[in-house]
C-alpha cells in the first residue's frame, strides 16, 4: 500500500497570504496525484488531479505541482473561504487509494 | 449537473448488517467507475471500494474485504454497499463519488450517510 504523508498538520495563516502546503507518497506515483478540500460539514471537493490540472470551477489561486514522491498545493492568496481541510490523494495503479491525513487551514 | 445522493445510513448494533444506496443523476452513469469513501468522526478520508463500470470488477480495502460488497445497478443508476457483521470501527460518514475509466480520482462526491455502530 502506498503511503501519503501531509505536511503540516495544522498551518495559522492570515487572508490574503501565500501557503503552500506538501503532500508525500512513500512510492513514486508519477503525476497519479488529486488534492481535495473539506470544510467541516461537507463532503470533500476536487480541487487538483493529474497533480497540476485544476478542476472545473477552480479558482486560479489554487495550483498543484509535483511528480513522482513530491507534491504541493499552492494557494496564492487566501480568501476566507479557503480556511478548510485539504487531502491529497494518490490513485496510482490499482486499488487500494489512499489519502494523506490532511492538512488544516485556521485563520491566525 | 452531475449529482450522487446517498441513503440508508443508520445506528445498527455491532454484528448487525446495513445496505447504503447512492442514486446518481446528471450523467451517463454505466460509463463511470464508482467508489465508497468513507470518514470516521473527526479523522480523515479512507477509500473502501471500487467497481467497475459494469459490475464485473470490484476492490476493496483490506479493512472491509470479507464484509462489504460493492454493486452498481445500471437500469436504475444506483450505486450499493451492503455492510455485514458491523464493526464499531465501522462508524463513519459514507460517501460515494464517481471516478474516472484509467485515473482514479474522486468527482463529484455526495453529500455523505452516516452509519453508526453502537449498542
Known amino acids: 500500500e502506498i503511503v501519503m504523508t501531509q505536511s503540516p498538520a495544522t498551518l495559522s495563516v492570515s487572508p490574503g497570504e501565500r501557503v503552500t502546503l506538501s503532500c508525500g507518497a512513500s512510492q513514486s506515483i508519477s503525476t497519479n496525484l488529486a488534492w481535495y478540500q473539506q470544510i467541516p460539514g461537507q463532503a470533500p471537493r476536487l480541487l487538483i488531479y493529474?497533480?497540476?490540472i485544476r478542476a472545473a470551477g477552480i479558482p486560479a489561486r489554487f495550483s498543484g505541482s509535483g511528480s513522482e514522491t513530491e507534491f504541493s498545493l499552492t494557494i496564492s492568496s487566501l480568501q476566507s473561504e479557503d480556511f478548510a481541510l485539504y487531502y491529497c490523494q494518490q490513485y496510482h495503479n490499482r486499488p487500494p487509494y489512499t489519502f494523506g491525513q490532511g492538512t488544516r487551514l485556521e485563520i491566525q | 449537473e452531475e449529482q450522487l445522493v446517498e441513503s440508508g445510513g443508520a445506528v445498527v448494533q455491532p454484528g448487525g448488517s446495513l445496505r447504503l444506496s447512492c442514486a446518481a443523476s446528471g450523467f451517463t452513469f454505466d460509463d463511470y467507475p464508482m467508489h465508497w469513501v468513507r470518514q470516521a468522526p473527526g479523522k480523515g478520508l479512507e477509500w473502501v471500494s471500487l467497481?467497475?463500470?459494469?459490475?464485473?470488477?470490484?476492490w476493496y480495502a483490506d479493512s472491509v474485504r470479507g464484509r462489504f460488497t460493492i454493486s452498481r445497478d445500471n437500469s436504475r443508476n444506483f450505486l450499493y454497499l451492503e455492510i455485514n457483521s458491523l464493526r464499531p470501527e465501522d462508524t463513519a460518514v459514507y460517501y460515494c463519488a464517481k471516478g474516472r475509466l484509467l485515473s482514479n480520482w474522486f468527482d463529484p462526491w455526495g453529500q455523505g450517510t452516516l452509519v453508526t455502530v453502537s449498542s
Open positions: 467497481i467497475s463500470w459494469d459490475g464485473s470488477n470490484t
Open positions: 493529474g497533480a497540476d
